[in-house]
């Protein structure tokens, strides 16, 4: 039994039997168990702890359990509670301290056990409370991976997905109940998986990606393809946006607005960079406005926040805090645009903006002035056919500025 006034219970599909001395001994000491009606069935009948539903929505829970609880607690949870569970969202408000854990075997284990794959090798990804299109970030040939989801229509909208973007091919298998008496594991492709078959509502897909002929394989380094993105010309062309994004250089957990988003290329690469960090992209347009969501939900991070509005003036309406990097990729011209953005930054944040016409680099250059930080004029060729021969045809040269606001 843990000290903790709070503890946080790991249970598998195998219930009560397969809980360890510890975990059975402060569910018995518990007053108050918490947990899904499946969770709270597992549990035996001479249990004395009073026994509460999670709610839905489950913030209202949350907030009660971080305000504190008076009498011992338990809160059931499926599997490894820390990963991607309620243990986490608990821990992320709770001080160690005030919180103990008890994890069961996840089924991200159980399901690489079951296959045989070395679990350092696999990537997981949730949709748990997301659109299936999370998993697209993760679709390179080769790659194994499991995605946790909900619903008895979970794997369906998973194959979907899949199927839209050329993964038909793949290895599809569907592990219902993982340790339980009543475990099945469904061996198949994308292809073949049912639009309209429903599984266990306890279950997880497992997929060794393959891509089908003639379908885009996109790695994660920023660079994507052009005709990666649903697009009407204004995108950051792709060896332009790798250098954009290596100068911006995402980290965990930071949150970056992209103004004047176009068809949102800059941003998307951001969150495709880093899996923790957060986006907001900025756009006036309101039929690019809608574009730039439909390629976050394609490319696999449909988090990617989208607001429109005209920027300056928009930006005082982003509810977001204070952007750890701001990337101005159109209007840099427009009067008091970079002082605006500069103003909005983080103590610490860093600002990369570029330019093609004469007004937006004076424009650049000003920041500088004012600001600090480097200048950089990016010229690039492609080989053309010339002729009967091949010569290089110049694209029109991008001068960038990026300046970090604590070395302004």
């Given at each position: 039994?843990?000290?903790?006034?709070?503890?946080?219970?790991?249970?598998?599909?195998?219930?009560?039997?397969?809980?360890?001395?510890?975990?059975?001994?402060?569910?018995?000491?518990?007053?108050?168990?918490?947990?899904?009606?499946?969770?709270?069935?597992?549990?035996?009948?001479?249990?004395?702890?009073?026994?509460?539903?999670?709610?839905?929505?489950?913030?209202?829970?949350?907030?009660?359990?971080?305000?504190?609880?008076?009498?011992?607690?338990?809160?059931?949870?499926?599997?490894?509670?820390?990963?991607?569970?309620?243990?986490?969202?608990?821990?992320?408000?709770?001080?160690?301290?005030?919180?103990?854990?008890?994890?069961?075997?996840?089924?991200?284990?159980?399901?690489?056990?079951?296959?045989?794959?070395?679990?350092?090798?696999?990537?997981?990804?949730?949709?748990?409370?997301?659109?299936?299109?999370?998993?697209?970030?993760?679709?390179?040939?080769?790659?194994?991976?499991?995605?946790?989801?909900?619903?008895?229509?979970?794997?369906?909208?998973?194959a979907r997905v899949l199927r839209e973007r050329g993964r038909g091919p793949s290895r599809f298998v569907v592990l219902e109940q993982l340790g339980g008496p009543a475990e099945r594991i469904h061996d198949a492709t994308v292809d073949t998986w049912p639009a309209d078959r429903?599984?266990?509502?306890?279950?997880?897909?497992?997929?060794?990606?393959?891509?089908?002929?003639?379908?885009?394989?996109?790695?994660?380094?920023?660079?994507?393809?052009?005709?990666?993105?649903?697009?009407?010309?204004?995108?950051?062309?792709?060896?332009?946006?790798?250098?954009?994004?290596?100068?911006?250089?995402?980290?965990?957990?930071?949150?970056?607005?992209?103004?004047?988003?176009?068809?949102?290329?800059?941003?998307?690469?951001?969150?495709?960079?880093?899996?923790?960090?957060?986006?907001?992209?900025?756009?006036?347009?309101?039929?690019?406005?809608?574009?730039?969501?439909?390629?976050?939900?394609?490319?696999?991070?449909?988090?990617?926040?989208?607001?429109?509005?005209?920027?300056?003036?928009?930006?005082?309406?982003?509810?977001?805090?204070?952007?750890?990097?701001?990337?101005?990729?159109?209007?840099?011209?427009?009067?008091?645009?970079?002082?605006?953005?500069?103003?909005?930054?983080?103590?610490?944040?860093?600002?990369?903006?570029?330019?093609?016409?004469?007004?937006?680099?004076?424009?650049?250059?000003?920041?500088?002035?004012?600001?600090?930080?480097?200048?950089?004029?990016?010229?690039?060729?492609?080989?053309?056919?010339?002729?009967?021969?091949?010569?290089?045809?110049?694209?029109?040269?991008?001068?960038?500025?990026?300046?970090?606001?604590?070395?302004?």
């Amino acid at each position: 039994m843990t000290d903790a006034p709070l503890t946080v219970v790991g249970i598998g599909a195998d219930g009560w039997a397969g809980l360890g001395e510890p975990a059975r001994e402060t569910l018995r000491g518990a007053r108050t168990v918490v947990g899904s009606q499946r969770q709270l069935d597992l549990l035996p009948d001479d249990l004395t702890a009073t026994r509460r539903l999670l709610p839905s929505p489950l913030q209202p829970l949350l907030d009660e359990l971080a305000a504190g609880v008076n009498e011992p607690t338990c809160v059931v949870a499926s599997g490894d509670p820390m990963l991607h569970g309620i243990g986490a969202s608990l821990a992320r408000r709770i001080p160690p301290e005030r919180l103990a854990v008890i994890p069961h075997p996840s089924a991200f284990a159980l399901a690489c056990a079951r296959l045989g794959w070395p679990e350092a090798d696999v990537e997981l990804v949730s949709a748990v409370g997301r659109e299936p299109d999370v998993v697209t970030h993760a679709l390179q040939p080769g790659r194994r991976v499991v995605t946790f989801v909900t619903g008895t229509d979970g794997a369906a909208q998973l194959a979907r997905v899949l199927r839209e973007r050329g993964r038909g091919p793949s290895r599809f298998v569907v592990l219902e109940q993982l340790g339980g008496p009543a475990e099945r594991i469904h061996d198949a492709t994308v292809d073949t998986w049912p639009a309209d078959r429903d599984a266990d509502p306890l279950h997880v897909v497992a997929i060794e990606v393959r891509t089908a002929p003639g379908a885009l394989a996109l790695a994660r380094i920023p660079g994507l393809p052009d005709d990666a993105y649903e697009h009407d010309g204004q995108l950051t062309k792709r060896h332009v946006r790798a250098i954009m994004l290596a100068t911006l250089a995402p980290l965990p957990g930071e949150l970056l607005w992209d103004v004047g988003g176009g068809a949102g290329s800059i941003a998307i690469e951001w969150l495709r960079a880093e899996s923790t960090a957060q986006a907001v992209a900025v756009e006036a347009d309101a039929e690019r406005a809608q574009r730039i969501e439909r390629n976050a939900h394609r490319l696999g991070v449909p988090r990617l926040r989208v607001h429109h509005g005209r920027a300056p003036e928009a930006l005082d309406a982003i509810d977001s805090g204070p952007p750890d990097a701001i990337f101005v990729g159109g209007g840099v011209a427009a009067p008091g645009m970079l002082e605006h953005c500069w103003d909005a930054l983080s103590p610490s944040g860093r600002i990369v903006a570029d330019a093609v016409t004469l007004e937006g680099e004076q424009a650049l250059h000003a920041a500088r002035a004012a600001h600090g930080g480097a200048l950089l004029r990016i010229e690039l060729s492609y080989a053309e056919p010339l002729g009967t021969l091949e010569g290089w045809k110049p694209q029109r040269p991008v001068v960038q500025w990026s300046a970090r606001k604590e070395d302004g």
